[in-house]
């Protein structure tokens, strides 16, 4: 505070002078181009005969040297009036600046949510406060997305991670223990630690999309799904699954790695959460100044008043959090992450004959309007 408050007068000092200059420089500009043409013009006067134009009134008048010398004096008065009226502006100009200071000083990483709110009028500060607001905004989401991710992990890597300490410690008391019984401990060591392995990549995933879009390219949805399908259709035929397609043109922009994992996270969720000989669909389209990306898959019945959890991180139908086929509950959560950060819009209806049914609405063309 103490360091800043001299840089502040500074430059209010600066602005007064400024301003000040200006007005003497109106006042001289005024003598110059006023005063001294009048003395001229009555030098020019022969003496004893007034000029034809001139008017004559009753009175002294005044003359040259009293008109040059009420100039001077008024030129010299003009100076402190001139300071004192450039300090008054220069510190009426700065207040929002020193508002703006002020505020974003008491904006801390525990302290985010204050804003600058800044309203009219609508000039180059209250754009710099409206800037300001939106890098805030921007920090708060990366703050907020690291405490949930840290949340998150350590809430869910304490089971398996204590599993494993178990299965090892179980191990080494046994004296008894052979190779065969060692082998298979260290099989389902192996196991455990892919499953954590595979729950760090989701929840990096996860905090990635919470944090924003940082990157905006051109992109065409349909591409995107092209690829996901293509390394998925393995999976699919393994479990029964017919992966049906109906892909149009849809460009929108984003980030291409957050949109492909909503894709992909989209997919995956609608195989999982499926049944022997059911389907998938997926379809991309334009309609009017929105491309749409439509997820379909059959499945088990969904209570629609279920839906909206299904999209919060770790909650899901299935009693069993930790069985491979059930996931890890963050999938939808992905896909609800990456859909805010993008701006779009996600609906989802449970299907009558079960099953779920995702559509993700995004700006069709190029994002005009960059954070």
Same mark, same amino acid.
């Given at each position: ?88 502006? +220069? ?7 020193? +508002? ?13 949510? $204050? ?24 920090? %708060? ?9 840290? +949340?998150? +992990? ?38 455990? #630690?892919?499953?954590?392995? $595979?729950?760090? $990549? ?8 919470? $944090? ?41 922009? #984003?980030?291409? #790695? ?26 991309? %389209?334009? =309609? ?9 898959? =059959? ?6 008043? %279920? ?65």
């Amino acid at each position: 505070m103490t360091l800043q408050t001299p840089a502040r007068r500074s430059l209010q000092t600066r602005l007064a002078l400024a301003y000040a200059a200006g007005i003497y420089a109106a006042g001289v500009f005024v003598v110059v181009f006023v005063s001294v043409p009048l003395v001229s013009i009555h030098a020019a006067t022969p003496k004893g005969r007034p000029s034809s134009g001139a008017i004559t009134e009753p009175g002294p008048g005044i003359s040259p040297p009293q008109l040059l010398m009420g100039s001077a004096v008024a030129l010299v008065v003009l100076i402190p009036v001139a300071l004192a009226l450039g300090w008054y502006v +220069a510190g009426r100009f700065l207040h929002p600046l020193r +508002a703006i200071t002020a505020t974003a000083k008491i904006i801390s990483a525990g302290n985010l949510h $204050r804003r600058l709110d800044l309203g009219e009028p609508t000039d180059e500060l209250t754009e710099l406060g409206h800037t300001l607001d939106d890098l805030f905004a921007r920090l %708060q989401a990366s703050f907020d997305a690291q405490r949930h991710f840290v +949340a998150n +992990a350590s809430h869910e890597l304490r089971t398996p991670l204590a599993g494993l300490r178990t299965l090892l410690e179980v191990a080494l008391a046994d004296p008894d223990a052979d190779t065969d019984t060692l082998r298979s401990v260290c099989q389902d060591a192996l196991a455990l #630690g892919e499953h954590q392995e $595979r729950l760090v $990549r989701a929840l990096l995933a996860l905090a990635t999309s919470e $944090r924003g879009v940082t990157r905006w390219d051109a992109l065409d949805l349909a591409h995107v799904v092209e690829g996901v399908l293509a390394s998925r259709r393995g999976q699919a035929t393994e479990a029964g699954i017919d992966l049906a397609e109906h892909l149009t043109p849809a460009v929108t922009a #984003g980030d291409p #790695g957050l949109i492909e994992s909503l894709v992909a996270n989209l997919v995956d969720n609608a195989i999982r959460h499926n049944h022997a000989d059911g389907h998938v669909k997926v379809t991309t %389209q334009t =309609s009017g100044t929105q491309v749409a990306l439509t997820v379909t898959n =059959s499945g088990p019945a969904i209570p629609g008043n %279920q839906i909206q959890r299904l999209f919060q991180p770790f909650q899901k139908l299935a009693p069993d959090r930790h069985g491979h086929r059930d996931g890890y509950g963050l999938g939808l959560a992905i896909v609800h992450a990456v859909t805010q950060a993008h701006h779009a819009n996600l609906t989802a209806s449970a299907r009558p004959e079960g099953g779920l049914s995702v559509t993700v609405w995004f700006a069709h063309g190029p994002h005009q309007d960059l954070p």
